[in-house]
C-alpha cells in the first residue's frame, strides 16, 4: 500500500502546486481568524493600585486620549493583554469631560467631520467598530451651517459687493463655494472659479494624506506604489498657507503651478478687496492646527479644510463617553485602565523598552520630595506612548539614550511642539432653544489680515483681542443635553494662548498660582466675554459662571508639554526630510517602542485616532496589521450589505475597501 510521501516522490509536480495553496490558505486562515467577541462592560477606570495591574502583559498604553483609546481598544480586540495608564483623575485626554457649578463642558472634542457619524465611512466604521456601535453621534443639520465665521466691521470692500461681517460654510465644497462668493462678491466668476481650485487643491492634500497612511502600513518593498503620490504630499507641506493663497486665489495658478514652483506671498495687504476678504474667509480652519497663515504648512490646512467639507457631527452624550466605552474593550481581554497614573519613566534594557515606572498622581502631587514618592515598576513586551513625542523625548526616556541626543540635536531634528490654548467655559442660565442660542460653530477672526492680528495679539495678549476665536454650545449640539441638564445651557470659548505668558507660574498648583496670575487670566477673560456678548448678544445677563483655563492647564490635566495643544507644530519643517523619522508615524529608533496619537499622524481628535490605529497596527506587524484591517473592513462590509441587502459578500467587501479610500 503506497504512503502518502510514495505518491508524492513518484509525482513531484503535486508538491509544487500543493505547497503554494497550501501557504495560500494558512495565510487566508490566519487573516480570518479575529478573536472571538467578548462582552464589554463599559464602566469607569479605576485608580492605579498594584494589585490592580494584570500580570503577563503584552502592551502598555500611556495616555488614554483619542489616540491611546484607539490603540489599545484595537490591540486588545486582537487578543492582546493591554494595560492603559493615564495621568489625569478620568480617562479621555483631550476627549474628556467635566462638571463645575451644575454645568458640564467639553474640553478638546467639540465637533468632528460628519464621517464620524456614518459608519459606512472611513472614521464612522472604524468608531463603530472599537465601540461595537454604541458610541452615538448627531450630525448637523444639513440646511444650516456647521462653522459661521464673523469679523469686525470693515469698509474695505468692492464697489458694488455686499459688506458682509459673516460667512458660511456648510457641507460640501460646491455649497460652501457659492456662500463665500455670495457674501463676498457674487459677481466676481473669475474669483469663483479660484475658489474651487482652492478647494480642490486641499481635496488632493486629503488624498495624500490618505496614501501616507497606506505607506506606514505597506512593506517596503510595496511603498514604490504610492511613493509618487507620498511625494507629492510632501511637497504641498513644504508650502505656507499664505504663500498657497497668494499663488492660487490672487495669480490663479492651478495645483500643478503650485507644485512646480509657488511663489513667496509679498509683504503687506491684498489689493483686490474681495480676494483679500477671501483669504482671511478661507483661512478659517486654521483654529483647527494653531498656527498663523505666513508659517502654517499648507499640507495640515488643506487636510483640514477637506475633512470638515463633509459637515459636522457632535457626540450623543458626553464626550467623555468615548475613551470610557473603548478602553474598556482592555478588560474584556484581562487587560485593564488605570487613572491616576503617572508614568516617570520608560526601562530601557539591552537598548529596548521593557516597562514603565509608575506612580500614582495624587501622591506626586502631595509630595514635597519626589524622590520619597513609591514607584512601580510594570513590564510588557511593547510600550505604545501616546502622550505626545515631546513627552517621550524630554521626560520619559533616559536623556543619555543614542536616539534621545539625537531628537536634540537641531542638525538632526527640528520639530517643535504646538501652541497652547486659553479656554473660557460659560454656564448660561435658560433653555439653549429659548434664548436662541447658535446650533452652528461661530468662529470670530479679528480683522482680514490675520498674521498682522496675530502678531499684535502675541506680543500684547492683555490689551489687544485674540485674533481667533472659538465659540462653541455643546448644549444645542448633543441630543441629550435637555434632558441631562434642563434649564441650563453652556458655551466654550477657545483662543489662542502662548506657554511663554504664563512659564512664570509653571511651578505652581492648581488655584494656588497667585493674585498676579489671577490678574493676568482676568485681561484674558475680559477680552472674550466681549466677543461673545458682541456676537451672541442673547447671552447678556444671563452668564452665571465662568472658568478660564490656560496652558497651565493644559499641563496639569492633559500633560501637555509646555501647554502643546496639537501635538508637533504644523509649520512645513514639519515634512522636511530631516524630520520625516519624528512626525506622522508611529515608529521609534528604540525596539519595543511606538507612538500613538496625534503625533504619530495629524492633530485633531480624529486624526489622532488615525495615529492609535496606525500605533496598534506598528504593535501588530504586517501580518498583525493585515488581520486587524480584515476585521474592520468585514466590519464595514456587514454595514454596506445591511444599507443594501442585493450587494453580496465579495461586492461588499470590495466596496468597503472603495470606501475606506474614499475622501471623507
Same mark, same amino acid.
Given at each position: 500500500m503506497k504512503t502518502i510521501t510514495d505518491y508524492i516522490l513518484q509525482n513531484p509536480s503535486t508538491l509544487i502546486l500543493a505547497l503554494p495553496l497550501s501557504l495560500a490558505a494558512a495565510f487566508v486562515f490566519y487573516i480570518t481568524r479575529w478573536p472571538r467577541a467578548r462582552p464589554v462592560q463599559s464602566r469607569r477606570a479605576d485608580r492605579f493600585r498594584h494589585e490592580k495591574i494584570p500580570t503577563n502583559l503584552d502592551t502598555i498604553v500611556i495616555g488614554s486620549g483619542s489616540g491611546?483609546?484607539?490603540?489599545?481598544?484595537?490591540?486588545?480586540?486582537?487578543?492582546?493583554?493591554?494595560?492603559?495608564?493615564?495621568?489625569? !483623575?478620568?480617562?479621555?485626554?483631550?476627549?474628556?469631560?467635566? *462638571?463645575?457649578?451644575?454645568?458640564?463642558?467639553?474640553?478638546?472634542?467639540?465637533?468632528?467631520?460628519?464621517?464620524?457619524?456614518?459608519?459606512?465611512? *472611513?472614521?464612522?466604521?472604524?468608531?463603530?467598530?472599537?465601540?461595537?456601535?454604541?458610541?452615538? %453621534?448627531?450630525?448637523?443639520?444639513?440646511?444650516?451651517?456647521?462653522?459661521? =465665521?464673523v469679523f469686525p466691521p470693515d469698509t474695505t470692500v468692492k464697489e458694488g459687493a455686499p459688506n458682509e461681517w459673516s460667512h458660511k460654510f456648510y457641507d460640501g465644497f460646491d455649497r460652501t463655494t457659492c456662500s463665500v462668493m455670495e457674501s463676498i462678491d457674487p459677481l466676481d466668476l473669475e474669483l469663483k472659479e479660484r475658489v474651487?481650485?482652492?478647494?480642490? =487643491?486641499?481635496? #488632493?492634500?486629503?488624498?495624500?494624506?490618505?496614501?501616507?497612511?497606506?505607506?506606514?502600513? +505597506?512593506?517596503?518593498?510595496?511603498?514604490?506604489? =504610492?511613493?509618487?503620490?507620498?511625494? *507629492?504630499?510632501?511637497?504641498?507641506?513644504?508650502?505656507?498657507?499664505?504663500?498657497?493663497?497668494?499663488?492660487? +486665489?490672487?495669480?490663479?495658478?492651478?495645483?500643478?503651478?503650485?507644485?512646480?514652483?509657488?511663489?513667496?506671498?509679498?509683504?503687506g495687504n491684498e489689493v483686490d478687496p474681495s480676494v483679500r476678504r477671501m483669504k482671511a474667509v478661507l483661512t478659517h480652519p486654521l483654529g483647527d492646527y494653531a498656527v498663523q497663515p505666513r508659517e502654517a504648512t499648507f499640507a495640515a490646512h488643506g487636510v483640514t479644510a477637506a475633512h470638515y467639507m463633509t459637515g459636522g457631527a457632535y457626540t450623543v452624550g458626553a464626550t467623555q463617553n468615548i475613551s470610557m466605552r473603548l478602553t474598556s474593550m482592555c478588560r474584556s481581554f484581562e487587560g485593564e485602565t488605570l487613572i491616576d497614573a503617572t508614568v516617570r519613566s520608560i526601562i530601557i534594557e539591552n537598548g529596548r523598552a521593557v516597562g514603565v515606572r509608575v506612580s500614582n498622581t495624587d501622591e506626586l502631587e502631595e509630595a514635597t520630595d519626589l524622590d520619597e514618592v513609591p514607584v512601580v515598576e510594570v513590564r510588557a513586551k511593547n510600550i505604545v506612548c501616546a502622550t505626545s513625542i515631546f513627552n517621550l523625548y524630554h521626560k520619559l526616556l533616559p536623556q543619555d539614550l543614542p536616539v534621545v541626543k539625537k531628537f536634540h540635536d537641531p542638525s538632526k531634528c527640528t520639530i517643535r511642539q504646538s501652541n497652547g490654548h486659553v479656554f473660557l467655559f460659560c454656564k448660561i442660565k435658560g433653555d439653549a432653544d429659548? =434664548?436662541?442660542?447658535?446650533?452652528?460653530?461661530? %468662529?470670530?477672526?479679528?480683522?482680514?489680515? +490675520?498674521? !498682522?492680528?496675530?502678531?499684535?495679539?502675541?506680543?500684547?495678549?492683555?490689551?489687544?483681542?485674540?485674533?481667533?476665536?472659538?465659540?462653541?454650545?455643546?448644549?444645542?449640539?448633543?441630543?441629550? %443635553?435637555?434632558?441631562?441638564?434642563?434649564?441650563?445651557?453652556?458655551?466654550?470659548?477657545?483662543? #489662542?494662548?502662548?506657554?511663554?505668558?504664563?512659564?512664570?507660574?509653571?511651578?505652581?498648583?492648581?488655584?494656588?498660582?497667585?493674585? #498676579?496670575?489671577?490678574?493676568?487670566?482676568?485681561?484674558?477673560?475680559?477680552?472674550?466675554?466681549?466677543?461673545?456678548?458682541?456676537?451672541?448678544?442673547?447671552?447678556?445677563? *444671563?452668564?452665571?459662571?465662568?472658568?478660564?483655563?490656560?496652558?497651565?492647564?493644559?499641563?496639569?490635566?492633559?500633560?501637555?508639554?509646555?501647554?502643546?495643544?496639537?501635538?508637533?507644530?504644523?509649520?512645513?519643517?514639519?515634512?522636511?526630510?530631516?524630520?520625516?523619522?519624528?512626525?506622522?508615524?508611529?515608529?521609534?529608533?528604540?525596539?519595543?517602542?511606538?507612538?500613538?496619537?496625534?503625533?504619530?499622524?495629524?492633530? !485633531?481628535?480624529?486624526?489622532?485616532?488615525?495615529?492609535?490605529?496606525?500605533?496598534?497596527?506598528?504593535?501588530?506587524?504586517?501580518?498583525?496589521? +493585515?488581520?486587524?484591517?480584515?476585521?474592520?473592513?468585514?466590519?464595514?462590509?456587514?454595514?454596506?450589505?445591511?444599507?443594501?441587502?442585493?450587494?453580496?459578500?465579495?461586492?461588499?467587501?470590495?466596496?468597503?475597501?472603495?470606501?475606506?479610500?474614499?475622501?471623507?
Amino acid at each position: 500500500m503506497k504512503t502518502i510521501t510514495d505518491y508524492i516522490l513518484q509525482n513531484p509536480s503535486t508538491l509544487i502546486l500543493a505547497l503554494p495553496l497550501s501557504l495560500a490558505a494558512a495565510f487566508v486562515f490566519y487573516i480570518t481568524r479575529w478573536p472571538r467577541a467578548r462582552p464589554v462592560q463599559s464602566r469607569r477606570a479605576d485608580r492605579f493600585r498594584h494589585e490592580k495591574i494584570p500580570t503577563n502583559l503584552d502592551t502598555i498604553v500611556i495616555g488614554s486620549g483619542s489616540g491611546g483609546s484607539t490603540a489599545a481598544n484595537l490591540l486588545a480586540q486582537s487578543g492582546q493583554r493591554v494595560l492603559v495608564l493615564e495621568q489625569h !483623575s478620568v480617562t479621555g485626554g483631550c476627549t474628556h469631560s467635566f *462638571r463645575e457649578e451644575g454645568c458640564e463642558y467639553d474640553t478638546g472634542l467639540h465637533y468632528v467631520s460628519k464621517a464620524m457619524s456614518i459608519p459606512t465611512k *472611513r472614521a464612522g466604521a472604524i468608531m463603530d467598530f472599537m465601540s461595537r456601535g454604541k458610541q452615538l %453621534w448627531t450630525p448637523f443639520e444639513p440646511a444650516r451651517p456647521y462653522d459661521q =465665521i464673523v469679523f469686525p466691521p470693515d469698509t474695505t470692500v468692492k464697489e458694488g459687493a455686499p459688506n458682509e461681517w459673516s460667512h458660511k460654510f456648510y457641507d460640501g465644497f460646491d455649497r460652501t463655494t457659492c456662500s463665500v462668493m455670495e457674501s463676498i462678491d457674487p459677481l466676481d466668476l473669475e474669483l469663483k472659479e479660484r475658489v474651487k481650485t482652492y478647494f480642490d =487643491i486641499c481635496l #488632493d492634500v486629503h488624498n495624500g494624506f490618505v496614501a501616507l497612511a497606506i505607506l506606514r502600513l +505597506l512593506p517596503k518593498c510595496l511603498s514604490f506604489l =504610492i511613493k509618487n503620490r507620498v511625494e *507629492r504630499l510632501y511637497k504641498y507641506g513644504e508650502l505656507t498657507v499664505r504663500d498657497v493663497q497668494h499663488a492660487v +486665489l490672487s495669480l490663479g495658478y492651478s495645483s500643478e503651478d503650485l507644485l512646480r514652483n509657488c511663489p513667496q506671498a509679498p509683504e503687506g495687504n491684498e489689493v483686490d478687496p474681495s480676494v483679500r476678504r477671501m483669504k482671511a474667509v478661507l483661512t478659517h480652519p486654521l483654529g483647527d492646527y494653531a498656527v498663523q497663515p505666513r508659517e502654517a504648512t499648507f499640507a495640515a490646512h488643506g487636510v483640514t479644510a477637506a475633512h470638515y467639507m463633509t459637515g459636522g457631527a457632535y457626540t450623543v452624550g458626553a464626550t467623555q463617553n468615548i475613551s470610557m466605552r473603548l478602553t474598556s474593550m482592555c478588560r474584556s481581554f484581562e487587560g485593564e485602565t488605570l487613572i491616576d497614573a503617572t508614568v516617570r519613566s520608560i526601562i530601557i534594557e539591552n537598548g529596548r523598552a521593557v516597562g514603565v515606572r509608575v506612580s500614582n498622581t495624587d501622591e506626586l502631587e502631595e509630595a514635597t520630595d519626589l524622590d520619597e514618592v513609591p514607584v512601580v515598576e510594570v513590564r510588557a513586551k511593547n510600550i505604545v506612548c501616546a502622550t505626545s513625542i515631546f513627552n517621550l523625548y524630554h521626560k520619559l526616556l533616559p536623556q543619555d539614550l543614542p536616539v534621545v541626543k539625537k531628537f536634540h540635536d537641531p542638525s538632526k531634528c527640528t520639530i517643535r511642539q504646538s501652541n497652547g490654548h486659553v479656554f473660557l467655559f460659560c454656564k448660561i442660565k435658560g433653555d439653549a432653544d429659548e =434664548i436662541g442660542l447658535p446650533k452652528n460653530n461661530v %468662529w470670530y477672526f479679528n480683522g482680514y489680515d +490675520l498674521d !498682522s492680528a496675530f502678531d499684535q495679539y502675541f506680543s500684547n495678549p492683555t490689551e489687544v483681542r485674540p485674533p481667533t476665536v472659538y465659540i462653541g454650545f455643546p448644549c444645542t449640539k448633543d441630543v441629550t %443635553w435637555k434632558k441631562r441638564f434642563p434649564g441650563v445651557s453652556n458655551a466654550i470659548l477657545i483662543s #489662542d494662548g502662548l506657554y511663554e505668558w504664563f512659564e512664570k507660574w509653571a511651578g505652581t498648583t492648581v488655584r494656588n498660582r497667585g493674585e #498676579d496670575y489671577l490678574e493676568f487670566k482676568d485681561k484674558l477673560t475680559k477680552h472674550l466675554m466681549e466677543i461673545l456678548c458682541e456676537y451672541v448678544p442673547q447671552v447678556k445677563g *444671563r452668564i452665571e459662571h465662568y472658568h478660564l483655563g490656560t496652558p497651565l492647564s493644559e499641563c496639569t490635566f492633559l500633560a501637555s508639554y509646555r501647554g502643546g495643544s496639537y501635538g508637533t507644530q504644523c509649520v512645513p519643517g514639519m515634512f522636511a526630510p530631516i524630520n520625516r523619522e519624528w512626525t506622522t508615524t508611529p515608529y521609534t529608533e528604540v525596539p519595543g517602542l511606538y507612538l500613538a496619537g496625534s503625533d504619530a499622524f495629524l492633530p !485633531s481628535v480624529t486624526g489622532a485616532m488615525y495615529g492609535g490605529c496606525l500605533g496598534a497596527s506598528a504593535v501588530l506587524g504586517k501580518m498583525g496589521s +493585515l488581520r486587524l484591517g480584515h476585521a474592520i473592513l468585514s466590519h464595514l462590509a456587514k454595514h454596506l450589505r445591511e444599507e443594501n441587502p442585493k450587494l453580496s459578500r465579495v461586492e461588499s467587501y470590495v466596496l468597503a475597501i472603495k470606501k475606506f479610500l474614499d475622501m471623507e
